[in-house]
């Protein structure tokens, strides 16, 4: 394990009125997220348990709920590990986003009002002005904002709740090393013109461009994939 990383984390909780568990359970999602522990690395006890300040009970508890949702796995006389990517997960996570969110746009667009799209308007324009010179956490996160927004004018709470764990098993765990950057300035294009025919009432076009703009991501993020043999599930 990334030992220095593990140096920024608090050594408790702060927020007492999270159940230790949930706080363990949070935490080493964060962990998975900044990539302080990397997809096929093992998880070990010792170091989790002093890294968060617990004992070894809500650490356990928290893999085996972070292995129900498919972040982390278990072997016998291995243990827990973090769940690598391979691009058939890549592609049937991409297809069934594509399916979300091309649905969401049909009832969303109907029903939008100007206050949702100033808030993806805002939303959209965030993303588009964080450039950093490399795909980071941050430009996925503020990326999923702008499509769990959309999900969210749908009035559509579990829409939103299944979105965002599709988004989350992708970018939970997608490493960014071998992430091309030019496909920023193309993602961002897209979120500019999905806006416009969102306040165009275009259904046709928004329906189009939603599908294009995701069967992109899903490209580029297999093409990222290809580049690193690691991230392959044997």
Not at 88 to 113: C, Q
């Amino acid at each position: 394990m990334k030992n220095n990383a593990f140096q920024n984390l608090p050594k408790y909780r702060t927020n007492k009125e999270i159940p230790l568990i949930e706080w363990a359970y949070l935490k080493l999602k964060e962990m998975i997220f900044h990539q302080v522990v990397v997809p096929g690395q093992k998880l070990i006890y010792k170091d989790l348990c002093e890294a968060l300040g617990l004992s070894r009970t809500p650490i356990i508890n928290a893999l085996t709920r972070l292995e129900q949702e498919g972040h982390v796995k278990s072997e016998s006389f291995r243990g827990f590990y973090v769940n690598p990517i391979s691009v058939k997960e890549i592609t049937d996570k991409f297809g069934v986003r594509e399916a979300l969110e091309v649905y969401a746009i049909g009832i969303a667009l109907p029903n939008s009002t100007p206050k949702d799209l100033e808030v993806l308007e805002d939303m959209i324009l965030e993303h588009g002005e964080y450039n950093p010179p490399g795909y980071d956490k941050k430009k996925l996160y503020l990326d999923s904002r702008v499509h769990l927004q959309i999900a969210k004018m749908t009035g559509n709470d579990n829409l939103v709740d299944m979105l965002r764990m599709n988004l989350e098993h992708v970018y939970l765990r997608l490493a960014l090393n071998t992430s091309n950057p030019s496909r920023m300035s193309p993602a961002i294009k897209e979120h500019d013109e999905l806006l416009t025919y969102l306040k165009n009432k275009d259904m046709e076009n928004c329906i189009r461009l939603m599908r294009k703009h995701i069967r992109l991501g899903r490209d580029h993020v297999i093409n990222s994939l290809s580049k690193d043999e690691s991230y392959f599930e044997l």
